[in-house]
T-cell receptor, first 114, second 110 residues
């Protein structure tokens, strides 16, 4: 199945700054998603990244805080803006393998905000 | 809203013992259920996928069962090894979205 390369793998950031996370897939995928996993908790869907149009955000997540780009079918970025310590989480991108009806994941970005 | 629960939250067993991990969900209208493994600070690796029409799936030492009507799935890992130590998550699919459980953290003692 397809492989997602996600970077950075981890970062430590200062309050008030922004971080952009990149995901590159080795083949075209129709759907990509961004998840957040707060410490000790399960994964929460942030948004669906739509190719060539605005992302679709889940309840509780807004574009100003988590702008997403998806310029083509193999690449997407998530920016965590104006960070606070509450944004400390693992952020994961994923792609939909329609052939096998599975979700596959990047290796995650562990973000710590001081 | 789909709620997915995994019990126990943590499990510690001696090497060689069989593992039984439980997952329950509140809405039985699912397309499929997927089990994942997550190593500390890392992404998720897909282990098994069970379609809603299936009762079980097997891969090597792993076997997953699904009882859709009662909203339950069980992951069995035979003859556990220290390398099986990780967090195991189940996720149920509805449309293209997945709802995840909080996971069971497994420690296999050598």
């Amino acid at each position: 199945s397809a492989v997602i390369s996600q970077k950075p793998s981890r970062d430590i950031c200062q309050r008030g700054t922004s971080l952009t996370i990149q995901c590159q897939v080795d083949s075209q995928v129709t759907m990509m998603f961004w998840y957040r996993q707060q410490p000790g908790q399960s994964l929460t869907l942030i948004a669906t990244a739509n190719q060539g149009s605005e992302a679709t955000y889940e309840s509780g997540f807004v574009i100003d805080k988590f702008p997403i780009s998806r310029p083509n079918l193999t690449f997407s970025t998530l920016t965590v803006s104006n960070m606070s310590p509450e944004d400390s989480s693992i952020y994961l991108c994923s792609g939909w393998d329609g052939l096998n009806e599975k979700l596959f994941f990047g290796s995650g970005t562990q973000l710590s905000v001081l | 809203k789909q709620e997915v629960t995994q019990i126990p939250a943590a499990l510690s067993v001696p090497e060689g013992e069989n593992l039984v991990l439980n997952c329950s969900f509140t809405d039985s209208a699912i397309y499929n259920l997927q089990w994942f493994r997550q190593d500390p600070g890392k992404g998720l690796t897909s282990l098994l996928l069970i379609q809603s029409s299936q009762r079980e799936q097997t891969s090597g030492r792993l076997n997953a069962s699904l009882d859709k009507s009662s909203g339950r799935s069980t992951l069995y890992i035979a003859a556990s090894q220290p390398g099986d130590s990780a967090t195991y998550l189940c996720a149920v699919r509805h449309d293209y979205k997945l709802s995840f459980g909080a996971g069971t953290t497994v420690t296999v003692r050598a």
